[in-house]
């Protein structure tokens, strides 16, 4: 069932949880069996003590089935029980230790069952959320998909191992213990029996009231995970703007939002739990005064009214625990829904009979358009990248210069009908999405550093890659003397984002990463503006002596990052405005003219010495 809702990626509520019991509901069935067996051995100790009472202690005749009556009469029959009292406490005891032990196995796999079933969930998660499209990560927050994968999984481990297993349990000890009840009174059984419908009922009516409410607790814990998550987070450019106060206020804000929704929802949960209450000591009061009643009449012995009101208590909780499982199921029935939602974003798939094609070829952009929903990024983009030559690309924020390479690299699919992207006259939308990524190298203006050492860091892009191979990639990248001044090395931890690091160290160790992995097409993405102009200069040259036929794409708001380049082209509100060389762009006088000549005036300005 697993491999065919993965196929179609559509899960049902009652086909996922299966999906996530796959593989440990033997425990919970060895769980409920055990339970099982404890309620039988529970259901017998009354009648034990119905019958001391009656039949030992007092003077009504034993009823027993035919086979303990024959062993009883040979060891001296009730006379020899109104003698040796002390066999019926034994006995007692003997079933005490056997429930005992079935208890401690009901437990002990129910854990193993839960824990596994956490483990399975958490697993699937996290292992489908890595298979879903970059376009899907855009539209979710991280602070919610995190509380969706711990919060909303433990709600529903909670539900299946501590309600859905009760279950069978209850079912069989409603049923054993009112028909011992009918057997002993059924006027009296009766009375306990009307009671049990009226608990069913009330719980059903707060079953949608909850049901609305905790979805509306569970969505504000996920907003109010969100704002801690991107606090902590962007925590430095907090304390460098003296925001602390307004971060402070507006966690609190939705703190408050959060706490009034679980208030509603705790107002419901009392009202709940105080009518239980209430229809709970109403049945106990009216089996106790008609229980004295009918023994005052004769109707009922001691030994039957002792043991109905056993049995009587036995019924008190398990009815009581099927309304909270109705309560719990809401609750349950949310958490599954929202894990529904992230279970059935479809995966990124790649296209029957994918290719995978050498990627050392020109790069064609052909007649593409995209955009993000309804806003339009790029309009009618065509252009080719010669293997092997470097590409420049210039334009102001917003113009769609990374859009180009998100397509290039299929972290987002260009629709069929928006142009084509083709790489040695093979489209890419043919490629397997792997295969793409593992040959095309990105650095990103924001690069993402873990909080691991920087050796690490580096060298992620491959198994077991020597410390020699890292440093060349750092030497290359004009980072590696930096980090030989660490007190150690390369063995330096980065703090969370890369924050051990500055903005210019982190693009170059990002830049250093990508380099391991040797791929045939290179892409920097606006990777030197953190950088001084001089270590821009000697990086690209270090670049060029290094790459090889490599095909790079260098974005870039500096145009003397883009002047070696052998073709620049500048774009603008997702058009192509220019393109051609740096001198045939300079001597045409337009866009990139115009960006030249006031960037090196402000440079001109910048180097002039201070006057006083």
Partial sequence: MDNKMQETGKYTKVSLVLAFLKGNIRYFIISILSAMVVTGLDMISPQLIR???????????????????????????????????????????????????????NMRFNVMGAEGLVRSMRNKLFAHIQRLPFSWHMKNQTGDIIQRCTSDVDMIKNFISEQMTSVFRIVILITMALSFMFSMNGKLAIVSLVFIPIIITYSAYFHSHIRVRFKECDENEGVLSTIA?????????????????????????????????????????????????L????????????????????????????????????????VRHLGRMISEMSKAGVSIERIRYIMNSEEERDRENAV??????????????????????????????????????????????????????????????????????????????????????????????????????????KKDMSLSEIRRAAAIACVDESISEFTNGY??????????????????????????????????????????????????????????????????????????????????????????????????GGIYRKIYDMQMSRDDETDEPATN
């Fill in 51 to 105: 019958t001391t009472v009656d039949s030992v202690l007092g003077a009504e005749p034993l009823e027993l089935p035919a086979s303990l009556m024959e062993k009883l009469e040979a060891i001296g029959g009730v006379a020899y029980l109104r003698t040796h009292i002390w066999v019926i406490g034994i006995a007692i005891v003997v079933l005490a230790l056997f429930s005992a032990g079935f208890r401690y196995m």
């Fill in 229 to 277: 998550q991107e606090n902590l987070t962007g925590v430095r450019v907090v304390r460098a703007f003296g925001r602390e106060k307004y971060e402070k206020d507006k966690f609190e804000k939705q703190n408050n939002i959060y706490t009034d929704a679980w208030m509603h929802l705790c107002k419901f949960l009392s009202l709940f739990w105080a009518a239980g209450d």
């Fill in 279 to 318: 229809f709970s000591g109403l049945q106990v009061m009216m089996i106790v005064i008609l229980g004295a009643v009918f023994c005052v009449n004769g109707d009922m012995t001691a030994g039957e009214f002792i043991a109905f009101i056993s049995y009587n208590s036995m019924l008190i909780w398990p």
């Fill in 356 to 461: 995978t094609p050498d990627m050392r070829g020109d790069i064609v952009f052909d007649n593409v358009s995209f955009g993000y929903g309804e806003i339009p990024v790029l309009e009618n983009i065509s252009f080719k990248i010669p293997q092997g030559t470097t590409f420049g690309i210039l334009g102001s924020t917003g113009s769609g210069k990374s859009t180009l390479m998100y397509l290039l690299n299929r972290l987002y699919d260009l629709p069929a009908e928006n142009g084509k992207i083709t790489i040695g006259g093979v489209d890419v939308a043919d490629m397997k999405g792997e295969w793409v990524r593992s040959h095309i190298g990105m650095v990103l203006q924001e690069p993402f550093l873990f909080s691991r050492t920087i050796a690490e860091n580096i060298g992620i892009t």
């Fill in 491 to 588: 063995d330096t931890i980065v703090g969370e984002r890369g924050v051990t690091l500055s903005g210019g160290q982190k693009q170059r160790t990002a830049i250093a990463r990508m380099l391991t992995q040797n791929t045939p097409i290179m892409v920097f993405d606006d990777s030197l503006s953190a950088v001084d102009a001089d270590t821009d200069v000697r990086i690209r040259q270090e670049l060029r002596k290094n790459l090889g036929d490599a095909t790079v794409i260098l974005i870039a708001h500096r145009v003397t990052t883009l002047m070696q380049a052998d073709c620049i082209m500048v774009m603008d509100k997702g058009k192509i405005v220019e393109i051609g060389t740096h001198d045939q762009l300079m001597e045409n």
